[in-house]
């Protein structure tokens, strides 16, 4: 019974995740119309993972990538979307290290520190998979840029999103800097 209640609390927070709105669209001025949760942003990267990897013929354990990219985000659940522009990285770090576990406390200790494992493996960008899957997140929001401009007249913000992460060097000499290349170039 234990562990069907611990599935249940955890799902129960991990939900919420629908109902955070993504604060880079709203520091951009998105119309509210539009606006998508980080619920709706990781649904459709996991989309995006899997259709990339398919078309690029890039290989990983793709459950471990989709479940990686399902934990993403999921500190934002308790402190919010907070843009890479708003506050000191090392801040949002700790918070959400300290969301994050608090989210998966719920859990047994192995799946905890599996899906934590995960976690902090993407943030530390130190596997080629976890440098894939933090490419993937932001050439997400990069395509984004470029359909919310085009869509809703939101003058500029495909350059600004473009130049961020240039000056970032997000792409250089990742496997996705040749898709970075010919989207900056369309």
Same mark, same amino acid.
């Given at each position: 019974?234990?562990?069907?209640?611990? $599935?249940?609390?955890?799902? =129960?927070?991990f939900i919420k995740i629908e109902q955070i709105m993504r604060k880079g669209w709203i520091i951009s001025n998105v119309p509210a119309e539009r606006?998508? /949760?980080v619920g709706d942003h990781t649904l459709q990267?996991?989309?995006?993972? /899997?259709?990339?990897? =398919? !078309?690029?013929?890039?290989s990983f354990d793709n459950k471990k990538l989709i479940d990686m990219l399902l934990m993403h985000d999921i500190g934002e659940i308790v402190?919010? %979307?907070? /843009? %890479?522009? !708003?506050?000191? $990285?090392?801040?949002?770090k700790s918070k959400e290290a300290a969301a994050v576990k608090s989210l998966l406390s719920n859990l047994s200790a192995e799946n905890a520190e599996y899906y934590y494992a995960l976690w902090a493996?993407? =943030?530390?960008?130190d596997t080629e998979m976890a440098k894939f899957a933090y490419m993937l997140d932001k050439i997400d929001a990069v395509i984004k840029s470029?359909?919310? !401009? %085009? !869509?809703?007249? $939101? %003058?500029?913000?495909?350059?600004? #999103? $473009?130049? #961020?992460?240039?000056? =970032?060097?997000?792409f250089d000499n990742g496997v996705l800097e040749d898709f970075f290349s010919y989207l900056t170039n369309e």
């Open positions: 019974m234990e562990k069907y209640n611990n $599935v249940l609390i955890f799902y =129960k927070e606006l998508e /949760s990267l996991i989309m995006l993972a /899997s259709v990339i990897t =398919k !078309e690029f013929g890039i402190i919010g %979307d907070i /843009s %890479d522009t !708003e506050v000191d $990285v090392h801040d949002k493996e993407l =943030k530390a960008r470029r359909i919310y !401009e %085009d !869509e809703y007249n $939101v %003058d500029g913000l495909f350059d600004e #999103f $473009v130049t #961020f992460q240039r000056t =970032k060097g997000t």
